[in-house]
């Protein structure tokens, strides 16, 4: 049952649940408490493993999968005793391990629970050789077949990410308990903690402002970003999405693509020190000592001023400023690329030159936002 266990939870990161460590050890409890009925076994399990409801329906099938119910073999069926033969002839029947009519039970021919067709599994193996190697390869190196490809990776990467925002989400009635303080108050005391100590809750989800970079040379990992960024919203109290080339523009995604509310030329050259001073004077950007601000751009100002006085501003009115940049770090701070002039004025800066590193980057992000 231990290696049957195993292979389930392997089977579910596959499937994009990802269960922690400690989460399969709390699993574990909980099939040695509940036993291995069916019914207790699937509640015990996803009450353990399943994070979000929306992963409820993948957790199930990969559970019928690898706890199917048993098949009832038509190759075998006890015969009548013939006379003479009586007991002693069942007997021996179920010592090879032989039931009864009237009992379910598996006979030693009876086929085992379905697996996929051993024609199929260089097909599936394939499959999944080629999403590793995409979630692996820079953007900037992709075609546009693999960019659309990508459809694939936010679904499965996604479901990881809303994982993540809800574990980072999910509060305690009175908050956590703060060993230490509990562990101070208690020496007081010959070390009996008669008073627990909790530590106060945030007030509430954070605030969202998304800045994300269209011009040409980050426009993949843009798009990959709002892909994931839509889902997960859910975990934010607001979210605002803004994309920029020269000037700030609100934009939503629909249908798998990016749609901006107001006149934008991509073709414009890229000037984030005019999207910085841009988007002080809009009175539809609200900030606050709430507020993530999340940027994904590669800092590549084509010259022109960067305005870090600006976004040091904007990182003392928000609550945290976050930076993604799509660039290989290698490439940081060469050519026009102003990225430390900007590094100074935010929490985290953090590469997301491909989509398993961007991806990554929105766990960090869950963090220190939520």
């Known amino acids: 049952m231990k290696d049957q266990l195993l292979g389930f939870f392997d089977a579910l990161r596959q499937a994009g649940l990802a269960p922690s460590v ?37 957790f199930d099938a990969v559970f019928d999968h690898y706890f199917a119910l048993p098949v009832v073999s038509a190759a075998w069926r006890p015969r009548e005793p013939r006379e003479g033969e009586g007991a002693g002839r069942m007997g021996a029947a179920a010592g090879r391990g032989l039931q009864p009519e009237g009992r379910v039970g598996r006979a030693p021919e009876e086929p085992k629970p379905e697996r996929p067709a051993a024609s199929e599994q260089p097909r599936a193996a394939a499959a999944l050789a080629r999403r590793k190697a995409l979630a692996a390869k820079p953007f900037r190196d ?33 908050g956590r308990l703060d060993l230490r303080r509990t562990a101070r108050r208690a020496l007081a005391r010959g070390g009996v903690p008669l008073e627990l100590v909790w530590k106060r809750q945030r007030p509430g989800k954070s605030d969202l402002l998304a800045l994300v970079d269209l011009s040409y040379s980050t426009a993949a990992a843009a798009e990959f970003l709002l892909a994931l960024l839509v889902p997960a919203r859910r975990y934010f109290r607001r979210v605002t999405l803004l994309a920029y080339v020269d000037r700030p523009c609100p934009v939503s995604l629909e249908g798998g693509h990016v749609v901006p509310h107001e006149p934008f030329d991509l073709n414009a050259r890229s000037d984030f020190g005019a999207v910085l001073r841009q988007l002080g004077e809009r009175s539809d950007v609200r900030l606050g000592r709430n507020t993530v601000v999340l940027v994904l751009g590669d800092a590549r100002n084509n010259r022109r001023p960067p305005r870090a006085d600006l976004l040091a501003k904007l990182h003392t009115a928000a609550r945290r400023v976050v930076w993604l940049n799509p660039e290989p770090r290698p490439r940081w701070n060469t050519g026009d690329s102003v990225i430390d002039a900007y590094a100074r004025h935010v929490d985290a800066l953090l590469t997301a030159s491909n989509p398993r590193t961007l991806a990554a980057a929105l766990g960090e992000l869950a963090k220190l936002a939520l």
């Open 142 to 174: 992709m075609d546009a077949a693999e960019v659309e490809a990508l459809d694939d990776l936010v679904a499965e990467l996604g479901r990881r990410l809303r994982a993540r925002f809800a574990r980072r989400t999910r509060r305690a009635p009175r």
């Open 22 to 58: 400690g989460e399969t050890l709390d699993a574990l409890a909980a099939v040695q408490a509940v036993g291995i009925e069916r019914p207790l076994l699937r509640e015990a399990l996803a009450a353990a493993l399943v994070k979000d409801h929306a992963d409820r329906a993948a």
